[in-house]
């Protein structure tokens, strides 16, 4: 196998052209279109749509990719062995879902830097439900994903998460409506909530979700949402007084704003979840860092954990 032919294989996917993938490697097009006909001719398939534009890769192309990455990595790996350089070097693609982002803020990553500071990270955000496709295709090598009440994994119901994908529970926590604490008339129950403004993730989001659902089973809808991207931010105007949300509880311990919010006592309001972190099963290469992440994460965690005695305190106020 000529490695050259797989470099123009990511190449090509990661510019969704062959003229963009002969700028990044330094050749002509020509040269490309022949290392790809010829990687074709040996797996006896296309790996390329060429009737799409952009360029995208067909399913045998997405997994010529995830092969290509993980046989160009593990060739690293061997030079770096035989010269005795073992700490991990080179790209590593981190995917982490909106619900899991306040657990792997500028700290964590300042953390992760230093302790790995060879290694060049890209962070890829989105749901769950985006990132996994990425995973399964080898365009990121690990997710931190945010599942909810019913045993999802990554977005999906954890009996159909691939068997080359391995899943491991870092973090348990609950999904809690939050208000501010300088409201003296919070709401009761999920009719009286409904009626003020809420403060949540755009559609896609776990809590979000469980809201809506909670809300339309006792015949209300939210009347007045406002969408906010970060997490943070939404825990920032709920603190201000702007309206009401729907967040994990260990986020509002976590928050600066802890102080100024109140973990509502709403019935039917109080759902598990976790925070998972998956990566694929032959990035062995990649278990140090990837490791690490999740050590960092449970940390970052601990931090907030409402059933620490240290932290014994802050979950009472909260509450009050």
């Known amino acids: 196998m000529d490695t050259r032919e797989l470099l123009a294989l990511i190449a090509v996917a990661d510019e969704k052209s062959f003229h963009g993938a002969a700028a990044q490697l330094g050749l002509t097009q020509p040269a490309v279109t022949r290392r790809i006909q010829r990687l074709e001719e040996r797996v006896g398939t ?75 990270l890209t962070i890829k955000s989105g749901w769950s439900s ?16 945010l599942d909810g009440p019913q045993g999802t994994v990554g977005g999906l119901d954890a009996r159909d998460l691939p068997a080359s994908l391995r899943p491991e529970k870092l973090l348990d926590d609950h999904i809690v409506a939050i208000g501010p604490r300088s409201s003296h008339n919070d709401p009761r129950d999920i009719v009286t909530l409904a009626d003020n403004p809420m403060i949540l993730m755009p559609e896609g989001c776990t809590f979000r979700a469980l809201g809506n659902a909670w809300a339309r089973q006792n015949g209300v809808q939210f009347k007045s949402v406002l969408e906010v991207s970060a ?26 704003a802890a102080d100024r919010i109140r973990i509502l006592d709403i019935p039917g309001m109080n759902w598990g979840m976790s925070i998972t972190l998956i990566r694929r099963k032959n990035n062995t290469d990649l278990d140090d860092i990837i490791n690490t992440v999740g050590q960092i994460v449970i940390a ?3 931090v907030s954990n409402p059933t620490e005695h240290s932290k014994h305190k802050d979950a009472q106020k909260l509450s009050a």
């Open 231 to 256: 997490l943070e931010l939404q825990i920032e105007m709920v603190a201000a007084g702007a309206g009401y949300g729907i967040m994990a509880r260990r986020f509002c311990l976590h928050s600066p």
């Open 46 to 120: 296309q790996l390329f749509d060429r009737s799409l534009k952009p360029l995208q890769p067909t399913s045998a192309g997405h997994r010529a990719l995830a092969e290509a990455r993980d046989l160009l990595r593990r060739l690293d790996g061997f030079t770096e062995n035989i010269t005795g350089n073992t700490a991990p070097t080179g790209p590593f693609r981190l995917g982490v879902s909106h619900g899991a982002a306040p657990l792997l803020a500028a700290k964590e990553l300042r953390e992760l830097h230093g302790l790995f500071p060879d290694i060049s």
């Open 300 to 302: 970052a965690g601990a």
């Open 130 to 145: 985006e990132l996994l496709p990425l995973l399964r295709r080898g365009e990121i090598d690990a997710m931190l994903s």
